[in-house]
């Protein structure tokens, strides 16, 4: 299983546009991104909180070796005041053990430092990191959005055209078979005016007018 500093190099030197790009489902891919990122996230966060509680307690560990150091500085000074240089020469050398391990907790110290800059560092990176990806997510799940609303859309408007084309033939429909009710019914109602309707007294009827206006031409 790899470090949370090699994942965190991996992360921050990875091309998530490229990742997603080839992704068969972009959004599934970058939630398993950015959940990734956080894991790292909390896991650097925690490193960074253990090496503050260390460089606290060293800090405490060095003020207490300077009281230490201090305290056989001060046995030697009153060694010699009393004429006990062999006193005095085992203080000073307590003093300088102190100071030996004062030196080491500064080394220490200073290392933590080094690893606290690092730390804090990374930590904003991944944050920033995180931060453009969950925009990323916004944006996709807003296009995403935007495209099942015009599918939507678009499957209404098909609904729609279906529909509207049917009514119009439907209008079509009753507007022939209305056409044919009155033309029949103009029909029977000719038979039944005089009764049965006859085609030869008609013409009949037309020949006298005729004559009866041949007659009058006549007179």
């Known amino acids: 299983?790899?470090?949370?500093?090699?994942?965190?190099?991996?992360?921050?030197?990875?091309?998530?546009?490229?990742?997603?790009?080839?992704?068969?489902?972009?959004s599934k891919m970058l939630k398993l991104i950015i959940g990734e990122m956080e894991d790292t996230l909390v896991e650097i966060k925690a490193a960074t909180a253990q090496a503050m509680a260390a460089q606290v307690h060293l800090r405490r560990r060095q003020k207490e070796v300077e009281q230490t150091r201090d305290l056989w500085l001060?046995?030697?000074?009153?060694?010699?005041?009393?004429?006990?240089?062999?006193?005095?020469?085992?203080?000073?050398?307590?003093?300088?053990?102190?100071e030996e391990e004062h030196q080491t907790l500064?080394?220490?110290?200073?290392?933590?430092?080094?690893?606290?800059?690092?730390?804090?560092?990374?930590?904003?990176?991944?944050?920033?990191?995180i931060s453009q990806a969950r925009e990323r997510e916004k944006l996709i799940a807003m296009r995403q959005n935007q495209a099942e609303k015009s599918l939507k859309v678009s499957g209404q408007f098909k609904r729609y055209d279906l529909a509207a084309s049917q009514m119009k033939l439907d209008r079509?429909?009753?507007?022939?078979?209305r056409i044919e009710a009155e033309a029949e019914l103009e029909k029977v109602h000719r038979v039944r005016k005089n009764g049965e309707f006859d085609l030869e007294s008609e013409f009949d009827k037309l020949d006298d007018s005729i004559e009866q206006e041949l007659a009058a031409l006549k007179g």
């Open 1 to 26: 299983m790899p470090s949370i500093f090699t994942r965190f190099t991996d992360i921050i030197s990875s091309n998530i546009n490229a990742m997603l790009d080839k992704a068969e489902n972009p």
């Open 172 to 177: 079509l429909d009753q507007r022939l078979d």
């Open 74 to 98: 001060g046995r030697a000074k009153q060694a010699v005041a009393k004429g006990r240089d062999d006193l005095a020469r085992l203080a000073l050398a307590e003093k300088k053990a102190t």
């Open 106 to 129: 500064n080394s220490q110290i200073d290392e933590l430092d080094t690893v606290l800059t690092k730390h804090h560092s990374e930590i904003d990176q991944l944050e920033s990191k």
